[in-house]
């Protein structure tokens, strides 16, 4: 098994000798989340498969691979529906073309994001590999002269019993491509699945070349002549450049060039190193005249006057959360949550090669549908002529999913810049990357609540919050009234019982750019609405669990918070020999996490978390190994960003830069974390952000119950 760096869209239709199956399936539930307005599905027929001369079996994967396991994942799906032997199977990433490739949970665009993955696929590369079963299968009994209906398929292995004849999928791939696909071919019974759900049966197919190092990333792209360009950015978010001095760079030996882009100076250098310190020795003059200088402090000020102003827009509402607020014990809380970087392990970097008619650029591309557009734009060119060859990335966390393909632009802009027949490689430093926002956004919530005999009886939140899908392409599909729905997911409606109920938002402005960060809104709203409710269930005197089950009525909410408890043995929140558990559920994406979170606190009041349970209901389990690593990482990327991480400003200026001052959860502090998942029919939704947000909740909860006050302001350490 193994994975292979890429495939042209022309070397996946024409393959010679090879079976490539290609047809447009869309996923069950895509049209209940298309609105109204979106186009029909592509009419031309896509290509998820090649099947080649030497048995090898290559899903093409629309989705980036960056660690969350999706060519795994589809190649589970192809196995199991060829019956092929997981040793045939390859990946390898699709290139842009949306009419092939769209997402259908994203209104069709080719990108990957909000954990969809799988959902967007899942019929989709199950109804491709059948339909090349049944073309092999037909191949063969043409050859042989029998029915098709006597034939079987094995672990890659067409056989006909009653002749003893047998081949490989290699051998018939030739002739099965001249024959027509299937438009309706039959999918297995669930109950005769061999790999998907099955524990310890495949394993990731990109593993072993990123663990020998033959796996190639944007950084190690090279091309005789090729550029390395770094550019040099304002201090300030929202400054622009106005005039520079690139003298003093130029005589560093290796530097070629400087150039004026729009985000900068582009520094061009035969290598990484002379661009870096040329870059040093650039003077520039920024026009700072919209520029954010405004300090974190500054911001939430303003923030706090947003919330008694009259901007704020009514989200959701129902009964009368006035006279229910009068009811019963009031609370009241505010809980402030800071910009967060992504950081993604690899930072942003492209590869582009223009040679004034054409262009080919590779990079760890998440938002094909927006980067293809912006390059040719860019560079002038019909989109047809630009290909983008998506690598497999170090990581995103969401900052590659850009809707304005900022990465796209200034890597098409310094093709531009320096001219035709000049290979670039943009590269960006970790500073560069943690410096230049694009984060998750500032967030203020006022929180008020009142409950009696168990029961909530008013409920009240306003949210204060950057939008950046306001200013997105996606305006016109998300945005509903000028509500930001990203702003409020997760405390729009509650998964409680509430009788009377009002949900604010109240949209602020600042150059500071922000994206969507791991798991998005629920970040922010996941905190607040379970460090709220425990706070209502625990002043009356109610157990955390057990108070949940009462107001809850959605049957899977219910089903991952009994199985955590269960996997918990949960008796209560204790504190036990200074220890205590906290719990906190929510849902994001489709998927349904549950967690406790067993904590202590250190003489300083700094806690320490020991050992995180976690049930999780995502419908149908394709690969229960990479769910449980999912969250197992989910768990620890929470943490850390829980306990230490911020972007603080000053003077509009981030305080941080890297791993040094933008702390990460060292290894000895990961928690023992133990995963259970909740048998499912449903159709699979996603992984790889819904384990992020019920953790920090879940520690805080702890953390009341040992007498610490939850953190009304995260990080819960601050410098």
Known sequence: MGYEQNITRRAALAAGGALVVGFHLMPQGAHAQAAPGDPPPPANPNAFLRIGADDTVTVISKHIEFGQGPYTGLATMACEELDADWSQMRATSAPADAKLYGNAVMGGIQGTGGSSAM????????????????????????????????????????????????????????????????????????????????????????????????????????????????????????????????????????????????????????????????????????????????GTEDMLVDYRASVTGADGRVVNQHGDVEAGLATGQRHKAEFVFPYLAHAPMEPLDGFLEWDGKTAVARFGCQMQTADHAAIAKVLGLPQDKVTIETLLAGGSFGRRAQSDAELAVELAEAARAIGPGKPVKLVRTREDDITGGYYRPLALHTMEGSIEGGVIKGWKNHIVCQSFIATSPFAAAMMKDGIDPTMSEGASELPYRTENFRCMAHTVD??????????????????????????????????PVEGRLALIDNPRFAGVLKAVAKLARWNGPGPVNGRARGVAVVESFGSFVAQIAEVSLAPDGTPKVHKVWAAVDLGVAINPDIIRAQLEGGIGYALGHALYAEVPLEGGRPTVANFDTYRSLRIHEMPEVEVVIVPSTEKPTGIGEPGVPPLAPAVANAMARLGRERPTRLPMVRA
């Open 119 to 294: 959902a967007s696929s899942f019929d989709q590369m199950r109804g491709a590999a059948a339909a090349a079963r049944a073309m092999l299968v037909l191949a063969a009994a043409k050859q042989w002269g029998v029915d098709p209906a006597t034939i079987t398929v094995d672990k890659g292995v067409i056989a006909h019993r009653p002749s003893k004849r047998s081949g490989r999928f290699g051998q018939f791939a030739a002739a099965a491509a001249t024959l027509p696909a299937p438009p309706r071919p039959t999918l297995k019974d669930p109950k005769d699945y061999k790999f998907i759900g099955r524990d310890h049966v495949v394993g990731k197919v990109d593993s072993a070349a990123k663990v020998n190092g033959s796996a190639k990333f944007t950084i190690d792209q090279a091309a005789p002549g090729m550029l390395t360009v770094v550019v040099a950015r304002p201090a300030l978010f929202g400054a622009k450049i106005d005039t520079f001095d690139g003298a003093a760079a130029l005589k560093v030996k290796g530097v070629v060039a400087v150039r004026k882009v729009s985000s900068g100076v582009a520094v061009y250098a035969t290598g990484t190193w002379p661009a870096l310190k040329a870059r040093r020795l650039i003077e520039a003059k920024w026009n700072e005249a919209a520029a954010e200088t405004r």
């Open 510 to 543: 600042s150059p500071v750019p922000t994206l969507w960060w791991r798991s998005v809104g629920h970040t922010h709203t996941g905190y607040a609405v379970e460090c709220f409710v425990d706070r209502l269930l625990q002043a009356d005197g109610r157990d």
